[in-house]
């Protein structure tokens, strides 16, 4: 069967649902009439579509209803639901949309859930005005259900911040009739609570949380509310008792033991805090879920001081012999080890969560990219095996392709990456870093032409390709290709990331290109300044995942915030003969040694040290 694309499937749709509606129209019905059946008949197409999850049929349909019938009421607020899901900013189609949907609601108050939608409507508008009277309506129509009292309480609260100073007695009078209806409960008790400290009305609070405790005292979420507004009262004992009491009453409250962890850190308790984070990692009656929250807040904590690194592999491979089939912990686990600078134990970690799940794409690209940080050589094939496995994932491809690139294999980067089938990445700028890396592989393989028409489709891509740009620029300005575009480009490249010490130095080498000697060497300086030594003591917190964001990946030359310390070779080797040009020829010299330190085997390097003078490829 051939292929058919989705739009042309809803245009037959559309036609077919159209000749239909024809069919039904009586030889009799006069124009008006068939154009109500008509629109009947799509409309019940439309809410079809919408249920087996054909949505662009669903708004075709819709909106071909309401051209035939605006004036059926149901037509006319689906097909406003719709405008104001899609043209949000419109403020005269939000305008109309609203007005239809507010006549329908007035023509159907009896009807609940036309209500309950335009209350979510209007606040979602901020017509606080109207959700007040929607839930007025729906209280006074369905006197028996909770909701609409409930929603109108918090309605009324919402109004009082906006300036309606009457609604704060009417929400306490509400909470008040419905405890009288219903009777004390903790759900009503913490709303009052809640409306009280609007106020700050501290009377008001203390005797709600007095109700609490006296009725509801071992309820172990009642207790920790009570805890938590202990704790908003700045009242330390009192928060931490029953934060204590919470955790006693259950076990397995992981909320409240997350609840006492903060009270502790926040109070510089850290020994109570190691204490009780520790048993509930260590309890069996919490759950995995709760224990990840728990651990990934506790390794943040202490992730950078390396003599508690022992304490957290230990509760790590406790969690690990407790949850054996949780892929998660494994997952988190390599976070905080790629996090502390063990990118190949990370690695492992993540071999153990794809054992545990392969048909996690997440997991696949975690271990495929702490194969990637620890230089692994099983990097290539994971790779690949994952792009089998997901084949609409580019990151595969790329990781394999940034190895091959590093291998000097650079006819099987691009093999590689030609592979990607970048139609179904819906992502314009995850392409345009995919050409950029293809216009890097093709200027290292020395094809000029293709390598400059990589890059500008990767420009036009993304307009703000700082990395396309500061490649295109270097890869022009080493060929004394169109240096005035290359200044552009480099240009453009600064502007959009004016700290990038590689997109500095790219312009202070085109400048030099250019014999404006000057500007270059402050373009250096500004190069070399930003090589300051860096503080290293501290680890930076891991995320909470255990997994880098997967959707940049990291392509050679890439922006990056890890600044490599010295500067490389190309700096320095710039930075000297710009220094030599200026004038400055012992600082030159300078630059040079530094530089034929790193690459003593660069003979053009050699040459400048031992003469003390410039020499040019």
């Known amino acids: 069967m051939p292929n058919i694309s989705n739009k042309i499937l809803s245009l037959i749709a559309f036609a077919v649902a159209a000749s239909m509606a024809a069919a039904f129209a009586a030889p009799g019905d006069n124009e008006a009439e068939r154009a109500r059946k008509k629109a009947d008949y799509l409309f019940l197409e439309g809410q079809n579509a919408y249920n087996t999850d054909r949505i662009d049929d669903f708004i075709l349909l819709t909106r071909r209803a309401f051209e035939l019938d605006s004036n059926n009421i149901d037509i006319a607020a689906e097909w406003s639901a719709i405008e104001l899901a899609r043209n949000g ?7 109309r949309a609203y007005s239809r949907l507010w006549r329908q609601f007035e023509q159907q108050p009896d009807n609940y859930i036309t209500g309950i939608t335009m209350a979510n409507i209007a606040a979602r508008l901020g017509r606080t005005a109207d959700v ?23 309605a009324y609260l919402r109004a009082y911040l906006r300036g309606d100073t009457a609604a704060y007695s009417k929400a306490i009078s509400l909470f008040s009739t419905l405890e009288d209806s219903r009777g004390k409960s903790v759900e009503l008790s913490s709303q009052k609570i809640r409306a009280f400290f609007l106020r700050s009305d501290t009377a008001g609070i203390l005797s709600e949380v007095d109700t609490l405790v006296t ?30 009491r919470s955790c006693r009453l259950d076990s397995a409250n992981g909320a409240a033991y997350m609840a006492l962890g903060n009270f502790y850190t926040n ?4 020994a109570a805090y190691r204490e009780h984070m520790g048993h509930a990692l260590r309890s069996p009656d919490i759950d995995v879920a709760d224990k990840l929250d728990i651990i990934y807040h506790f390794a943040n904590k202490y992730i950078g001081v390396e003599a508690d690194r022992p304490m957290l592999a230990a509760l790590f491979a406790d969690l690990e012999q407790m949850h054996p089939g949780e892929g998660d912990i494994h997952s988190l686990y390599a976070g905080y080890l790629d996090a502390i600078g063990q990118p190949r134990l990370a690695a492992d970690q993540m071999e153990y969560a794809v054992a545990l799940n392969g048909q996690s794409e997440e997991y696949w690209v975690g271990w495929v990219r702490y194969l990637a940080a620890a ?16 084949p609409k994932n580019y990151l595969f491809p790329i990781f394999a392709a940034q190895k091959y690139f590093a291998s000097d294999s650079i006819d099987r980067a691009i093999a590689v990456l030609d592979s990607v089938d970048t139609s179904v990445v819906n992502n314009p700028d995850a392409v345009s870093s995919v050409m950029a890396f293809k216009g890097d592989l093709y200027a290292a393989a020395g094809d000029t032409a293709k390598a400059l028409a990589l890059y500008d489709d990767a420009i ?7 990395m396309a740009m500061n490649n295109a620029a270097y890869f022009m300005a080493e060929r004394d290709i169109d240096l005035t575009r290359a200044e552009t480009l480099s240009s453009k490249a600064v502007k959009l990331d004016p700290e990038n010490p590689t997109y500095l130095d790219t312009y202070a080498w085109i400048l030099f290109k250019k014999k404006d000697y000057s500007l270059a060497k402050q373009y250096i300086d500004m190069t070399l300044r930003l090589y300051a030594p860096q503080d290293t003591a501290s680890c930076p917190a891991f995320q909470r995942g255990g997994l880098p964001d997967s959707t940049s990946p990291q392509l050679p030359d890439s922006d990056s915030s890890q600044l490599p310390e010295p500067p490389g070779f190309d700096i320095l080797d710039h930075a000297g003969d710009i220094y030599f040009m200026n004038g400055d020829r012992d600082q030159a010299v300078e630059f040079w040694r530094r530089a034929e330190a790193i690459e003593p085997e660069n003979e053009l390097i050699r040459k400048k040290v031992q003469n003390s003078t410039i020499f040019f490829k």
Do not use: Q
């Open 89 to 95: 900013g419109d403020s005269a189609t939000v305008a």
């Open 132 to 154: 007040v009277r929607v839930w007025e309506t729906l209280r006074d129509r369905y006197p028996a259900k909770a909701e609409p009292a409930e929603e109108l309480a918090n």
């Open 215 to 244: 009725r509801f005292g071992n309820d172990p979420y009642a207790m920790l509310f009570v805890g938590s507004t202990y704790d908003a009262l700045s009242d330390s004992a009192n928060t931490e008792k029953y934060f204590l």
């Open 267 to 270: 109070h510089g308790n850290d």
């Open 460 to 466: 036009l891509l993304n307009p703000d390709n700082s």
């Open 375 to 390: 230089d692994s050589s099983a990097l290539i094939p994971r790779a690949l095996e994952g792009a089998r496995r997901f």
